[in-house]
Protein backbone atom coordinates (compact mmCIF):
# COMPACT_ATOMS: atom_id res chain seq x y z
CA UNK A 1 0.00 0.00 0.00
CA UNK A 2 2.58 2.40 0.85
CA UNK A 3 4.77 1.83 -2.42
CA UNK A 4 1.36 2.39 -4.37
CA UNK A 5 1.23 5.72 -2.48
CA UNK A 6 4.83 6.79 -3.45
CA UNK A 7 4.26 6.02 -6.66
CA UNK A 8 1.19 8.29 -7.10
CA UNK A 9 2.47 10.85 -5.30
CA UNK A 10 5.33 10.51 -7.85
CA UNK A 11 3.52 10.80 -10.79
CA UNK A 12 1.29 13.35 -9.72
CA UNK A 13 4.50 15.39 -8.45
CA UNK A 14 5.73 15.05 -12.35
CA UNK A 15 2.72 16.34 -13.79
CA UNK A 16 2.98 19.99 -14.51
CA UNK A 17 0.16 22.19 -13.56
CA UNK A 18 -2.85 22.79 -15.82
CA UNK A 19 -3.84 26.42 -15.66
CA UNK A 20 -7.13 27.50 -16.73
CA UNK A 21 -5.63 28.89 -20.11
CA UNK A 22 -4.45 25.44 -21.20
CA UNK A 23 -8.09 23.85 -20.81
CA UNK A 24 -9.82 26.88 -23.19
CA UNK A 25 -6.09 26.08 -25.52
CA UNK A 26 -7.60 22.73 -25.72
CA UNK A 27 -11.01 23.68 -26.14
CA UNK A 28 -10.17 26.33 -29.33
CA UNK A 29 -7.93 24.42 -30.66
CA UNK A 30 -10.53 21.35 -30.81
CA UNK A 31 -13.04 23.47 -32.56
CA UNK A 32 -10.40 24.89 -35.06
CA UNK A 33 -9.48 21.12 -35.90
CA UNK A 34 -12.98 20.36 -36.09
CA UNK A 35 -14.14 23.33 -38.28
CA UNK A 36 -11.46 22.64 -41.09
CA UNK A 37 -11.85 18.72 -41.04
CA UNK A 38 -15.84 19.30 -41.56
CA UNK A 39 -15.00 21.81 -43.96
CA UNK A 40 -12.72 19.55 -45.98
CA UNK A 41 -15.13 16.89 -46.32
CA UNK A 42 -17.56 19.32 -48.35
CA UNK A 43 -15.34 20.70 -50.54
CA UNK A 44 -13.27 18.83 -53.66
CA UNK A 45 -10.46 19.29 -50.76
CA UNK A 46 -11.74 15.87 -49.25
CA UNK A 47 -10.36 13.94 -52.81
CA UNK A 48 -7.51 16.08 -52.54
CA UNK A 49 -6.62 15.08 -48.78
CA UNK A 50 -6.78 11.26 -49.08
CA UNK A 51 -4.56 11.20 -52.19
CA UNK A 52 -2.06 13.29 -50.19
CA UNK A 53 -2.30 10.44 -47.62
CA UNK A 54 -1.69 8.06 -50.16
CA UNK A 55 1.54 9.89 -51.49
CA UNK A 56 2.19 10.01 -47.45
CA UNK A 57 2.38 6.18 -47.35
CA UNK A 58 4.46 5.59 -50.40
CA UNK A 59 6.76 8.15 -49.09
CA UNK A 60 6.55 6.16 -45.70
CA UNK A 61 7.44 2.95 -47.29
CA UNK A 62 10.25 4.47 -49.41
CA UNK A 63 11.67 5.56 -45.75
CA UNK A 64 11.47 2.49 -44.45
CA UNK A 65 13.48 0.72 -47.40
CA UNK A 66 16.17 3.37 -47.38
CA UNK A 67 14.92 4.34 -51.33
CA UNK A 68 17.08 7.30 -51.42
CA UNK A 69 16.55 8.75 -54.83
CA UNK A 70 12.77 9.01 -53.84
CA UNK A 71 13.32 10.55 -50.67
CA UNK A 72 15.23 13.17 -52.35
CA UNK A 73 13.09 14.06 -54.54
CA UNK A 74 9.79 14.18 -52.23
CA UNK A 75 11.95 16.37 -50.05
CA UNK A 76 12.73 18.77 -53.00
CA UNK A 77 8.56 18.10 -54.52
CA UNK A 78 7.35 19.81 -50.58
CA UNK A 79 7.68 23.45 -51.41
CA UNK A 80 6.04 23.00 -54.98
CA UNK A 81 3.86 21.03 -53.69
CA UNK A 82 2.61 23.31 -50.93
CA UNK A 83 1.94 26.01 -53.66
CA UNK A 84 0.41 23.72 -56.01
CA UNK A 85 -2.52 22.67 -53.49
CA UNK A 86 -3.11 26.34 -52.22
CA UNK A 87 -3.78 27.34 -56.01
CA UNK A 88 -6.02 24.04 -56.50
CA UNK A 89 -7.88 24.98 -53.42
CA UNK A 90 -8.06 28.73 -54.05
CA UNK A 91 -11.46 28.74 -54.56
CA UNK A 92 -12.68 26.82 -51.52
CA UNK A 93 -10.35 28.78 -49.50
CA UNK A 94 -11.72 32.37 -50.74
CA UNK A 95 -15.26 30.95 -49.82
CA UNK A 96 -13.86 29.82 -46.12
CA UNK A 97 -12.72 33.20 -45.94
CA UNK A 98 -15.81 35.14 -47.52
CA UNK A 99 -17.72 33.12 -44.88
CA UNK A 100 -15.77 33.64 -42.09
CA UNK A 101 -16.10 37.25 -42.94
CA UNK A 102 -19.69 37.28 -42.88
CA UNK A 103 -20.12 36.39 -39.39
CA UNK A 104 -20.88 39.22 -36.93
CA UNK A 105 -19.55 37.56 -33.39
CA UNK A 106 -19.66 41.16 -31.95
CA UNK A 107 -23.64 41.78 -33.00
CA UNK A 108 -24.39 37.94 -31.62
CA UNK A 109 -23.13 38.87 -28.42
CA UNK A 110 -25.35 41.96 -27.69
CA UNK A 111 -29.10 41.64 -26.97
CA UNK A 112 -29.83 43.67 -29.74
CA UNK A 113 -29.28 45.69 -32.56
CA UNK A 114 -29.27 49.21 -33.02
CA UNK A 115 -29.46 49.36 -36.52
CA UNK A 116 -32.20 47.30 -37.14
CA UNK A 117 -35.84 48.56 -37.61
CA UNK A 118 -38.49 46.80 -35.65
CA UNK A 119 -39.83 45.44 -39.35
CA UNK A 120 -36.23 43.59 -39.90
CA UNK A 121 -34.79 43.86 -43.32
CA UNK A 122 -37.85 43.67 -44.53
CA UNK A 123 -41.72 44.35 -43.99
CA UNK A 124 -44.12 41.75 -43.73
CA UNK A 125 -46.10 42.92 -46.84
CA UNK A 126 -42.96 42.38 -48.61
CA UNK A 127 -43.30 38.46 -47.28
CA UNK A 128 -46.88 38.65 -48.51
CA UNK A 129 -46.01 40.11 -51.82
CA UNK A 130 -43.46 37.78 -52.80
CA UNK A 131 -45.34 35.00 -51.55
CA UNK A 132 -48.55 35.70 -53.42
CA UNK A 133 -46.37 36.33 -56.65
CA UNK A 134 -44.27 32.59 -56.36
CA UNK A 135 -48.00 31.09 -55.70
CA UNK A 136 -49.58 32.84 -58.67
CA UNK A 137 -46.41 32.23 -61.04
CA UNK A 138 -46.23 28.70 -60.16
CA UNK A 139 -49.79 27.93 -61.10
CA UNK A 140 -49.42 28.88 -64.50
CA UNK A 141 -45.57 27.71 -64.37
CA UNK A 142 -44.10 30.72 -65.24
CA UNK A 143 -40.26 30.41 -64.14
CA UNK A 144 -38.59 32.66 -61.60
CA UNK A 145 -35.46 33.97 -59.75
CA UNK A 146 -35.67 36.65 -57.03
CA UNK A 147 -32.56 37.39 -54.99
CA UNK A 148 -33.17 38.72 -51.59
CA UNK A 149 -30.54 40.62 -50.36
CA UNK A 150 -29.67 39.99 -46.41
CA UNK A 151 -26.64 41.75 -44.76
CA UNK A 152 -24.06 41.17 -47.46
CA UNK A 153 -24.42 43.74 -51.01
CA UNK A 154 -25.51 42.85 -53.75
CA UNK A 155 -24.23 45.55 -55.88
CA UNK A 156 -21.78 44.04 -58.27
CA UNK A 157 -24.75 41.65 -59.44
CA UNK A 158 -27.04 44.37 -59.82
CA UNK A 159 -24.58 46.33 -62.33
CA UNK A 160 -25.41 43.52 -64.66
CA UNK A 161 -29.24 43.95 -64.87
CA UNK A 162 -31.32 46.72 -65.37
CA UNK A 163 -32.36 49.55 -62.78
CA UNK A 164 -35.88 49.06 -61.05
CA UNK A 165 -36.24 50.75 -58.09
CA UNK A 166 -39.90 50.01 -57.18
CA UNK A 167 -41.66 48.98 -53.97
CA UNK A 168 -42.45 45.06 -53.92
CA UNK A 169 -45.51 44.29 -55.39
CA UNK A 170 -46.85 40.69 -56.46
CA UNK A 171 -47.79 42.78 -59.90
CA UNK A 172 -44.90 43.78 -60.31
CA UNK A 173 -43.05 40.86 -59.94
CA UNK A 174 -45.23 38.77 -62.04
CA UNK A 175 -45.01 41.36 -64.83
CA UNK A 176 -41.11 41.18 -65.06
CA UNK A 177 -41.12 37.14 -65.15
CA UNK A 178 -44.16 37.49 -67.95
CA UNK A 179 -42.91 35.23 -71.05
CA UNK A 180 -41.80 37.49 -73.82
CA UNK A 181 -41.38 40.65 -71.46
CA UNK A 182 -38.05 42.24 -72.15
CA UNK A 183 -36.61 41.64 -68.34
CA UNK A 184 -37.92 38.20 -67.81
CA UNK A 185 -34.74 36.83 -68.62
CA UNK A 186 -32.38 36.88 -65.60
CA UNK A 187 -32.91 37.56 -62.09
CA UNK A 188 -34.70 40.30 -59.75
CA UNK A 189 -32.90 40.97 -56.53
CA UNK A 190 -35.12 42.67 -53.80
CA UNK A 191 -33.24 45.14 -50.93
CA UNK A 192 -35.30 45.83 -47.65
CA UNK A 193 -38.68 46.89 -49.73
CA UNK A 194 -37.71 47.43 -52.90
CA UNK A 195 -36.71 45.82 -56.25
CA UNK A 196 -33.20 47.17 -57.00
CA UNK A 197 -32.41 45.74 -60.38
CA UNK A 198 -34.07 43.00 -63.35
CA UNK A 199 -32.18 40.23 -65.74
CA UNK A 200 -29.27 40.21 -63.36
CA UNK A 201 -26.82 37.58 -63.81
CA UNK A 202 -25.51 35.30 -61.26
CA UNK A 203 -23.13 32.71 -60.81
CA UNK A 204 -23.78 29.01 -61.36
CA UNK A 205 -23.21 26.37 -58.86
CA UNK A 206 -20.47 23.86 -59.86
CA UNK A 207 -21.70 21.59 -56.94
CA UNK A 208 -21.89 18.01 -58.32
CA UNK A 209 -24.69 16.71 -55.52
CA UNK A 210 -27.41 18.68 -57.25
CA UNK A 211 -30.02 16.81 -59.09
CA UNK A 212 -29.22 16.83 -62.80
CA UNK A 213 -32.52 17.37 -63.92
CA UNK A 214 -32.20 20.92 -61.99
CA UNK A 215 -31.77 23.41 -64.68
CA UNK A 216 -29.83 26.95 -65.10
CA UNK A 217 -32.16 29.07 -62.94
CA UNK A 218 -31.91 26.40 -60.09
CA UNK A 219 -27.60 26.52 -60.11
CA UNK A 220 -27.87 30.20 -60.80
CA UNK A 221 -29.74 30.26 -57.10
CA UNK A 222 -27.75 27.70 -55.42
CA UNK A 223 -24.76 29.93 -56.94
CA UNK A 224 -25.57 32.93 -55.41
CA UNK A 225 -26.63 31.73 -52.03
CA UNK A 226 -22.76 30.06 -52.11
CA UNK A 227 -20.90 33.57 -52.56
CA UNK A 228 -23.42 35.39 -50.36
CA UNK A 229 -26.01 35.22 -47.60
CA UNK A 230 -28.54 36.33 -49.56
CA UNK A 231 -32.01 33.80 -50.00
CA UNK A 232 -32.91 32.85 -53.21
CA UNK A 233 -36.59 32.38 -54.38
CA UNK A 234 -36.68 29.57 -57.55
CA UNK A 235 -39.97 29.23 -59.11
CA UNK A 236 -39.79 26.72 -62.34
CA UNK A 237 -40.77 26.91 -65.43
CA UNK A 238 -41.45 23.15 -65.80
CA UNK A 239 -43.18 22.44 -63.34
CA UNK A 240 -44.55 25.80 -61.37
CA UNK A 241 -42.70 24.16 -58.07
CA UNK A 242 -41.29 26.83 -55.61
CA UNK A 243 -37.50 26.22 -54.18
CA UNK A 244 -35.42 27.99 -51.94
CA UNK A 245 -31.80 28.76 -51.99
CA UNK A 246 -30.14 29.69 -48.99
CA UNK A 247 -26.43 28.89 -47.63
CA UNK A 248 -25.23 26.49 -50.93
CA UNK A 249 -28.77 24.55 -49.64
CA UNK A 250 -31.61 23.88 -51.85
CA UNK A 251 -34.95 23.27 -50.15
CA UNK A 252 -37.68 22.38 -52.65
CA UNK A 253 -41.71 22.04 -53.48
CA UNK A 254 -42.00 24.82 -50.93
CA UNK A 255 -45.99 25.68 -50.61
CA UNK A 256 -46.92 28.91 -49.97
CA UNK A 257 -46.94 29.16 -45.70
CA UNK A 258 -43.65 27.49 -45.91
CA UNK A 259 -41.95 30.08 -47.93
CA UNK A 260 -43.53 32.57 -45.83
CA UNK A 261 -42.01 30.61 -42.56
CA UNK A 262 -38.17 30.54 -44.56
CA UNK A 263 -38.56 34.19 -45.52
CA UNK A 264 -39.28 35.29 -41.85
CA UNK A 265 -36.01 33.18 -40.67
CA UNK A 266 -33.58 35.34 -42.68
CA UNK A 267 -36.22 38.95 -41.79
CA UNK A 268 -34.27 39.81 -38.54
CA UNK A 269 -37.32 40.79 -37.07
CA UNK A 270 -37.00 41.28 -33.34
CA UNK A 271 -38.88 39.17 -31.36
CA UNK A 272 -41.96 40.62 -29.86
CA UNK A 273 -41.26 39.12 -26.52
CA UNK A 274 -37.49 40.11 -26.58
CA UNK A 275 -38.43 43.60 -27.48
CA UNK A 276 -41.23 43.74 -25.12
CA UNK A 277 -37.88 42.92 -22.04
CA UNK A 278 -35.74 45.01 -23.38
CA UNK A 279 -38.02 48.22 -23.23
CA UNK A 280 -39.32 47.35 -20.00
CA UNK A 281 -38.49 49.63 -18.15
CA UNK A 282 -39.21 52.69 -20.31
CA UNK A 283 -42.79 51.30 -21.26
CA UNK A 284 -43.05 51.31 -17.09
CA UNK A 285 -41.76 54.62 -16.90
CA UNK A 286 -44.10 56.00 -19.61
CA UNK A 287 -46.91 54.33 -17.82
CA UNK A 288 -46.30 56.25 -14.55
CA UNK A 289 -46.06 59.80 -16.44
CA UNK A 290 -49.86 59.03 -17.86
Known amino acids: MQQIQEFMDTYFRRMPDIRWTDIAEIIILSFVVYSILVWVKNTKAWSLLKGVIVIAIFWLIAAIFDMETILWIAENMVSIAS ?9 ELRKAMEELGRKNFIASLLPFDSGKSESGLFSD ?3 NEITKACVEMGKVKTGALIVIQKSQPLAEYERTGIDIDGV ?4 LLINIFEHNTPLHDGAVIIRGNR ?6 YLPLSDNMLLSKELGTRHRAGVGISE ?3 SMTVIVSEETGRISIAYEGNLERNLDGDTLKERLREIQGKPAEGKRRKLWKGREKNEKEAD
Open 83 to 91: TAIIVILQP
Open 125 to 127: RTI
Open 168 to 171: VTSQ
Open 195 to 200: VTSATC
Open 227 to 229: VTD
